[in-house]
Structures are given as C-alpha cells and as structure tokens.
C-alpha cells in the first residue's frame, strides 16, 4: 500500500504585512481627519460619520470601527459507507480523517474581523477552524489583508486574499451564502488554493446595467493538501517499515506497515491572476486566467533510496520523479456565467488547467439550476472532470532488466505503483446532485444534498481511495445535511 | 406511521409559516441628511448603495447605509421591492460579499425613530423610511431623494 501526501508547506507569510497592519497603519489613520460616529446613550452604532460631527470619540475611533462577525456550518456525511472511495470536499482533507468522523467532512466556524481606519482605508482579518492538513497556525487564516479604495472605480489591498479563480473563491467557507451542501468537488476541490499573499489591484467602471471590473494579483502560494490517497496514511507505521524499496503495492490486501510517506512541498511563486466580471442585466459573467510558477518536491527517504539503488539499471525511474516533482508551471484559464430571475439562478463554470507536470491538468466544469419557493430552494448540479496528463519515461519493460533479475519482483511492484500514482492524480469523474436548501430562519439555512459520483479506470479524482481497486470504474451515491448560519 | 409523517408535515408547515417573511408596505422612501448635496438618486443608484456595489455617494462621500433589524418585516419587505428578491436571497449575497472581505453591510438599527436621528446626524448617511413618514422629514433634518411604491 501507498500512501502519498502532498504537502505545500506554510510558512509564516509575509511578515511585511503584519508589520504592515500592526503599526504602519494605525498612523494612516490618524493622517486622515477621524469620522468617527458619535455615540449617545439612545444610540450607539458602530459606524463612521463625517468629520462636522467629531468630537471627543476621535481618539476611540478604532475600537468602535471594528465589527467582529462570524461564520459556521454544522454537517454530517455516511463518509465510511464505502471501503475504497470517500466523500471528500477538496484535497485539503486527510482521507482517513475524513472516512473515520463524518461530521468533520463540512463542518467549521469562523470569525471575521473588519474595521475602518479612515473612510477610504480598512483592513480585514479571517480565521476559519475547520478538518485540514495544518503546517503551522496561520493556515488558519484565510484573510489578512488591508485595503485602500479612494473611490467606487479604484481599490488596492495587499497581505493575504482571496484567490480568484472561481465564483466561489472568496466565500467557499461560508456555507451560508450558497446552495450547495458543498461546491462541486469536480471544480472545486482539486485546485487547493484558497488564498494567496500578495496584492491585489481592481479597476471598476461601466454604469448599472453593464459594470466591469478587472483585477490583477500578484504574490505567492504556500499551502498544505492531500491529492492522492492510498489508504490509511503510513506515517504511523513507518517505523515497521520494512522493505525500503517498495513505494506500493496492487495487492489490497498488503500489510499496511510497508506504506511509506511521501511529503511534497510546492511553493507557488510568483503567482499572477487576472481577472474580468461583467454584469449586465441579470447575468453576472466571468473569466480570469492564473499563471503560477510553483515547485513540488517529493520529500521521501524511500523514493530517495529507491533511486539511488536503481539508478543505474532503470533511469527511467529517476526520470519519472523528476517529471512528478519538479518546477513547473500552472496555466489556468476559467469561465464563469450566472443567471437570476424570479428565483430561478443557473450557474456554469468551466476551466482547464495547462500544467507541464501531472498535477492539475485538465478540464472540469459544472452546470448549477435552482429554483427557490419562499425558503425553500431545491437544486440540481451536474459536474464533470477530465484529465488526460501523463508522464512519458522509461517503463520497466523497456529496459534490459529481465524476469531472471533478483531486482525483478521488487521493481516489478515499483512499476504496478507508478502506474498507480499516474492515475491517482488524474480526475475523470461525472456527478449528479440533488439536494435542498431550507432558510428556516433568517441567517440560518438546513440543507440536504445527495451525490452520484461516477469514477471512472484508473482515475483517482479525489473520491478515490487508491490501490484499493481504483482499476474498476465505480459509481457511488452520498447524501449529507448541514446547518449553515452566520452570525 | 402514515400519522407520524402528517405530524412531520405539519410541524414543517407550521415552522414555514411563523418564519415567513411576508409583511407588506405602501412604500418606503430612501432618505438623506436635510444638509447632503443630493436631490435625487435613481432605483439603480440606491441597488448599487444597499447591496454593496457602490461605496461613495454620489458626492463623493464614503455612503452610511443604516438598515431596519435583520429579522424584521420592514426590511424584508424594503429588499423585495427594491430588487425583485426573498430576504434569504439578500442575506446569502451578503454573506458572499461581507465574508469576502469585499462589503459590509448596511448597519442594522433598532427602528425608524433611530434610523432618523442617525440620518439627521450623520451627512454622508443614506437609509429607508415608510411611506407614510413622508411628511415629517424636513422638520426631523432629512430629505427624500426618492419614493418607492408598492407594486
């Protein structure tokens, strides 16, 4: 058995912009005449107001410009129904976490800080607690950013941001604000980034009924995320490992104590995203393009043992893990269209992904119909993912190593799970789900949400458990609830 | 069982029906400080203010837009005429742009008698009224820049 874990490690990002938020800005507040609202015993709000009404709160501006809200999402998914395939909503989640705790599957909270420093500078600061792969305590925050916008038509905000490259992009967290129980997993949950650090500059213009805006970031990507599962993760049994040169096996049955760990770590950087939205009428229409310049490093004593032991005899294997892990470079190009009228909303988004390595490549989309009723709103999600990446090197039969060799049947089995890891990355999958929201309440919603996945041979997508007869076309069905407020 | 599953229905029913949204108004007036360099702003304009497309007045003004609380029927009622939607359809855009980082909100007060001594108060503020308060405006230091009827 194998078990891979790719990992973009963190690191603690961009001290610039804490130093930024903590003292720099604070001293553009107090450049700028304060707004700060009055407060009264009948009324206090936490709002700015215009300087013919400062008085004595000038110094208390900050505090009463901040506003603490928040986010969560309580939920539940039969995660374990199945022995080889998980309900996952993206990659950042460790497959065995998940198969084991349901709950853990859609559920988190939230907490957003937002404040004025002056009427044309603020700052926004998000944590989001949630089941995901953590480096270090930063990954829990999604948003750290400041802004300055002089007018409705200009903006610029730098620290961490959202990363646009869906619909979704700024809000995926927050469970609320969509229909779906989870955003498609085909388009959604492969690509692992949420967020990127850097800056961010957006240019608004048009009228009302045909308003554009063009963004463009630039920064850099450390994350940390699961893309392929073998099973159980072997971390916890490496010391039992016993037999270095194996990387897998085919066998389902294959003592779980062989697997060794792969950590990947990719750093993104730098990264470019352009994008465009246009609404006009009732249609909001987007595209954007990312480019990332990212490295992927596979972290593994056994592969580096493996290879130092085979080179001579099958370079080929060395050449396979230098396509795997090596300096590449994302293309990513996406269209988006959403509609609303008299409570019907369809939405579409559509992507490929050009990478010279394996990783991320291919084209996904996904077709969206709602119908809301009063505070009921029943949904139907068709998703699609295709990718046809492969590597191309040196096979086993293609060297001078013969079924006679010693080193046979141990390279054989290297073989049977590089075929393995060229399909776990891969992601040809169809879905259709059905579901329901219901806003029971006001800023509370239930939803309920079941999915047919098919997968087909040889795909790992990131439903799949591989090695775990991943060979065979599977079709699974899933249905979870969430309770989804804001606060 | 057949009666376990009409109690469930009518439970679901009964819960639909207290949490439903649905009280109408003659109108609402969207009303400005007496003082602010504003005759008249468009339905378009006043989309743009209250769901966070637009920041600044047309003056230039970083806009304070005060709202009627979150769970009441004014509000629902103010969003359903202005743009054609359920309140669970606004609260989820704002969710989308408030989360995002993007907007805040309206601020929510706790009625027209404070929605009124803020606007008086504050110049660059901006807020909605029933119709029915049209008259009292100029005396309390607010204006109307302009009227929405019930459809």
Redesign the interface.
Known sequence: MLNAVYAVRHSFFSSFTWVFALVVFPFFSKAEPSTSLPTSNAIEVNEPQSTAVLTQNEQSYLPQNWRVHGFGTVGYADTGKYDNSILRRNVYQNTEEIKKHGYKLDSRIGLQATGELSPRWSWVLQGVLKHQFINDVTDYIDVAMLRYQPNDEWQISVGRQPFDLFFLSDHRNVGYSYDWVRPPTEFYGVIPYDYFDGAKFVHRWGDFDNAWTLSFSIGFIEDSYEIISFGEHSARNRDASDNDDEIGSQDNNEDNSRRPDFDDVVRAEPIYNTELTWRVGRWHLRANYAYLDYEQELDSGEIDDTLGEVDDVWPGLNDFFEEFSLKDELHYYALGASWEHEGWAVRSEISHADAGGLNFSGQRGYLHVRKRWQNWSPFITLGYANDSASISYQRLEQTDITMDSSLYPSLSRIQRNLDAITSAVKQNQRNVSLGVRWDFSHHKALKFQCDLIHTDPHSGSIHTIVMRNFTRSSTRKWCSATLDWVF | MKSRYQSIVCAMLL??SL???GKDSDGWLIVVNADAEIEHLSK??V??LFLG????LPT???A?A?DFP??SSARADFYRLLT?K????I???W??L?????A?PP?P?DDGE?II??VS?????IAYLPLEQEDELQKRGLKSVLEMGAE
């Open positions: 819960l639909f949490v439903g949204y378009k304009q989309i743009s497309r637009s920041k600044f230039g003004e970083k304070r005060f979150i769970e054609g359920n309140i669970a359809d609260d989820a855009y969710a989308r408030k989360y995002s980082g993007r805040s601020t007060v404070q001594a803020l108060r504050v110049p660059s503020a």
